[in-house]
């Protein structure tokens, strides 16, 4: 039992209450859309990392299954606001859902719709400073098999598939190539390749093109990295000297080998990680436009 209060439906409940009938449509077919977003300690008190650009996809994600959010972007900003403080977090991760009520049958129309918001402290999502990857087996959903660049409930069944894959051959994440074959993403993380500080990474079309990828683009092109976004055969992999993930959760991470090719270190990878670490801290004032103060 938490103290803690979740966000729904326009009131602060208690963590233990925030529960839904079994016959919730979501829950059966996945027709929810969700974001995950992170907030951060800095010398101005807990800051959120790019909270409008995360509500603008959360509205966009929802719009794409019909459902219609009962709330402004202005509103969602403030009840997260309001739970960071309320539940006395620091730093943490930062969890709005919506999604369709009890209703059975495929077609969700008239369903109720709810939105939620939790929040909870999340330190490291990869337990590794340097992770092991394998290329799964599962390939990414296909881009017309739904709508790719919404981040959608549904969509992660073939994240989980692949998750789970990976972690049974004892490596600690996957990474999904694309219909055609070329590389894609993570299950919940986009990748980039270097070579002679040149960043590559695939470009949008089988990929949630992410936040922390944009951010990324941003940060490395400050530090005068030149940036390709191209399809990128698995073959290909062994000419770049390094890789690393990116995403909110992950933040960034290098990786240390893709199945049996290793990398031959993560230098540059260690020098955008710190740079992502100190920007989301707010320590760089030209980034510090990303940051939504609580206080
Ligand atoms: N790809 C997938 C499949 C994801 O789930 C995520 C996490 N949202 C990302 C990429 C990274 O996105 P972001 O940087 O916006 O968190």
Same mark, same amino acid.
């Not at 960071?84 to 919506?98: A, D, M, Q």
């Given at each position: 039992?938490?103290?803690?209060?979740?966000?729904?439906?326009?009131?602060?409940?208690?963590?233990?209450?925030?529960?839904?009938?079994?016959?919730?449509?979501?829950?059966? *077919?996945?027709?929810?859309?969700?974001?995950?977003?992170?907030? *951060?300690?800095?010398?101005?008190?807990?800051?959120?990392?790019?909270?409008?650009?995360?509500?603008?996809?959360?509205?966009?994600?929802?719009?794409?299954?019909?459902?219609?959010?009962?709330?402004?972007?202005?509103?969602? /900003?403030?009840?997260? +606001?309001? $739970? $960071?403080?309320?539940?006395?977090? &620091?730093?943490?991760?930062?969890?709005?859902?919506?999604?369709?009520?009890?209703?059975?049958?495929?077609?969700?129309?008239? !369903?109720?719709?709810?939105?939620?918001?939790?929040?909870?402290?999340?330190?490291?999502?990869?337990?590794?400073?340097?992770?092991?990857? /394998?290329?799964?087996?599962?390939?990414?959903?296909?881009?017309?098999?739904?709508?790719?660049?919404?981040?959608?409930?549904?969509?992660?069944?073939?994240?989980?598939?692949?998750?789970? &894959?990976? /972690?049974?051959?004892?490596?600690?994440?996957?990474?999904?190539?694309?219909?055609?074959?070329?590389? !894609?993403?993570?299950?919940?993380?986009?990748?980039?390749?270097?070579?002679?500080?040149?960043?590559?990474?695939?470009?949008?079309?089988?990929?949630?093109?992410?936040?922390?990828?944009?951010? =990324?683009?941003? +940060?490395?092109?400050? $530090?005068?990295?030149?940036?390709?976004?191209?399809? =990128?055969?698995?073959?290909? +992999?062994?000419?770049?000297?390094?890789?690393?993930?990116?995403?909110?959760?992950?933040?960034?991470?290098?990786?240390?080998? =893709?199945?049996?090719?290793?990398?031959?270190?993560?230098?540059?990878?260690?020098?955008?990680?710190?740079?992502?670490?100190?920007?989301?801290?707010?320590?760089?004032?030209?980034?510090?436009?990303?940051?939504?103060?609580?206080?």
């Amino acid at each position: 039992m938490t103290k803690q209060k979740i966000w729904l439906d326009g009131k602060l409940v208690d963590w233990d209450k925030a529960n839904f009938h079994l016959l919730t449509h979501t829950l059966h *077919y996945g027709s929810g859309a969700f974001e995950g977003i992170r907030a *951060y300690a800095t010398a101005s008190g807990p800051a959120v990392f790019r909270l409008d650009d995360h509500l603008k996809r959360f509205v966009y994600s929802a719009k794409v299954f019909g459902l219609k959010m009962p709330y402004k972007i202005k509103e969602l /900003k403030g009840a997260i +606001i309001d $739970l $960071l403080k309320i539940n006395r977090l &620091e730093e943490g991760y930062i969890r709005p859902i919506v999604f369709y009520g009890n209703k059975m049958g495929l077609v969700p129309t008239g !369903a109720p719709i709810h939105v939620a918001i939790a929040a909870w402290p999340w330190g490291k999502y990869l337990a590794k400073d340097r992770v092991a990857v /394998k290329i799964s087996k599962f390939i990414r959903l296909h881009p017309k098999s739904t709508v790719i660049d919404a981040k959608l409930s549904g969509h992660y069944a073939n994240s989980i598939v692949a998750s789970m &894959e990976a /972690k049974d051959l004892g490596f600690d994440e996957a990474l999904l190539l694309d219909h055609e074959g070329n590389i !894609a993403e993570g299950p919940g993380e986009n990748i980039f390749f270097i070579k002679d500080r040149t960043l590559v990474t695939p470009q949008p079309g089988s990929i949630l093109p992410g936040i922390t990828r944009d951010s =990324i683009k941003r +940060i490395a092109k400050d $530090l005068k990295y030149k940036l390709v976004e191209k399809k =990128i055969r698995p073959a290909e +992999i062994k000419n770049y000297a390094e890789a690393f993930f990116v995403g909110t959760a992950v933040e960034v991470c290098p990786i240390a080998r =893709i199945n049996n090719f290793k990398f031959k270190g993560s230098e540059q990878a260690t020098e955008l990680q710190k740079t992502y670490n100190d920007t989301v801290r707010g320590k760089i004032k030209k980034y510090k436009k990303w940051l939504t103060y609580s206080k």
